[in-house]
């Protein structure tokens, strides 16, 4: 049974693999790395499973905590990049009032004629 499910993780990986290559747009990239990462926390899980070595549950819970982190990051990336292309401009202030152009917050007294 641990064969067959084996088996099945790993034509995932391989479908997954297949839309990280070919896209066609950053968002199928990041789900097919998201969807890599968890094929492989479920192969190490299986396996642990399988041999009763609980010895790389840990590094489940690490590759996880990555994958979550890394797949909120892309998306505000995706986020950002989707609102620079709909508006055409690259200003921070535009998307964020109240900041300067380099990303940091104004400060009272701080003048824009640097």
Same mark, same amino acid.
């Given at each position: 049974m641990t064969s067959v499910i084996l088996?099945?993780?790993?034509?995932?990986?391989i479908c997954?693999?297949?839309?990280?290559?070919?896209?066609?747009?950053?968002? =199928?990239?990041? *789900?097919?790395? =998201?969807?890599? *990462?968890?094929?492989?926390?479920?192969? *190490?899980?299986?396996?642990a499973m399988q041999t009763g070595d609980g010895a790389f549950l840990p590094v489940l819970v690490v590759l996880t905590l990555v994958g979550f982190v890394s797949t909120a990051a892309s998306a505000r990336f995706v986020e950002w990049r989707s609102i620079e292309l709909r508006d055409g401009s690259s200003e921070v202030e535009d998307h964020y009032p109240g900041r300067d152009g380099d990303g940091a917050p104004n400060v009272e007294g701080d003048s824009d004629d640097r």
């Open positions: 088996c099945v993780l790993a034509l995932a990986a997954f693999m297949v839309r990280l290559v070919l896209g066609p747009t950053l968002p =199928d990239r990041v *789900i097919a790395m =998201d969807g890599l *990462i968890v094929t492989g926390v479920s192969t *190490i899980a299986v396996r």
